[in-house]
């Protein structure tokens, strides 16, 4: 007899018991002011904790402000959440300009530029401030964790909490596990992505974790398609959502994620692996260099309305 086919496992990731070790967490500090640190901030402060989210100037410090109650302005007009909610949610956020601000934090979440001397800095200074239980967590989505780990005095408290863009409706976090971290640590973050109300996966320290790993070539794959005049941008974007079922093509996700940091991932990608189809394709870099980074900036391979 045959034997009976098997679909792909219906299990969650990170079954139960697998990874429990909950560590009080009350306080999460986010550094970082961009459309990730932003999504970061909501979906814990929304999940009940309280958050200290810190930007370099007041500005961007109060842009994760006003980014967070827009958003929540939109899930009231859409019926998901009462005013009642939204202003309880915003209430447990402060945001400052000050790391020191971030010393009560049980875990802090980094979600600065993917640029890793920017961030070894800041995890040294972090390091130095924080209590000593707190976990140290990275939002990179392909820089060596074990890195950052080190530079700290704390390695095994150190590990990727790696979310999705937009943050709030993306519901998988890839729990990144570098050699140093503990079994402890990598428990306290599977069960913070669970308490947020998202799907952990524990992934090794290796460039592109799961996601970006494959999902990146793809995405430098249809530029170089474009570039050939295979067809137009609005026809492979259309391509893929209507034959492959993804809700947008890679044009359009190329500009949700930004083109700087889609560069700064393939280049990292191509530095770990040093597979062709990950050097960033030549009209992405013009791209950059013109400015044109996507949503943010209000052009990428389409335009965008600035709000
Ligand atoms: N914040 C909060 N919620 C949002 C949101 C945002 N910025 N954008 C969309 N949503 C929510 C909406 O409120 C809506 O929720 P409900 O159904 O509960 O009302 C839901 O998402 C669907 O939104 P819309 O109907 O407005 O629009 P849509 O159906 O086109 O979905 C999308 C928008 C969720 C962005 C969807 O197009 C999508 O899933 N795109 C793919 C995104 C993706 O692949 N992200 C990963 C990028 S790679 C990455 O992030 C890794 C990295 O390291 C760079």
């Given at each position: 007899m045959p034997a009976p086919l098997v679909g792909p496992p219906t299990r969650k990731p990170c079954s139960e018991g697998e990874y429990d070790r909950p560590m009080p967490i009350t306080t999460v500090g986010v550094v970082g002011s961009g459309i990730m640190g932003t999504g970061i901030a909501e979906v814990a402060a929304a999940a009940g904790y309280r958050v200290v989210a810190r930007g370099r100037t007041p500005q961007s410090a109060e842009s994760v402000l006003a980014g967070v109650r827009r958003s929540l302005d939109r899930q009231v007009e859409r019926g998901k959440r009462t005013e009642a909610e939204r202003d309880e949610i915003l209430g447990r956020i402060t945001v400052t300009t000050e790391l020191k601000d971030l010393a009560q934090a049980d875990l802090v979440i980094e979600s600065v530029v993917e640029d890793l001397a920017v961030k070894l800095e800041l995890f040294e200074e972090l390091d130095s401030l924080c209590q000593p239980a707190t976990i140290l967590a990275t939002n990179t989505s392909t820089l060596p964790v074990v890195d950052i780990g080190m530079v700290t005095g704390r390695p095994q408290q150190v590990c990727g909490i790696h979310f999705f863009n937009p943050a709030p409706a993306m519901s998988l976090v890839e729990v990144v596990r570098p050699l140093t971290a503990s079994q402890e640590t990598i428990s306290a973050a599977v069960e913070f992505a669970r308490s947020c109300g998202k799907e952990p996966v524990v992934v090794e320290d290796?460039?592109?974790?799961?996601v970006n790993a494959l999902l990146f070539p793809y995405l430098n794959n249809a530029v170089h398609l474009l570039e050939r005049g295979v067809a137009t941008k609005e026809d492979i974007d259309a391509a893929m959502v209507g034959g492959c079922g993804f809700p947008m093509g890679p044009f359009a996700l190329l500009d949700l994620v930004g083109l700087d940091t889609s560069v700064a991932i393939l280049e990292a990608l191509y530095a770990e692996h040093r597979e062709p189809q990950c050097a960033p394709a030549p009209l992405l870099r013009r791209m950059v260099a013109a400015g044109h980074l996507g949503r943010k900036s209000g052009r990428g391979f389409y335009d965008y309305q600035r709000a």
């Open positions: 290796r460039a592109g974790f799961i």
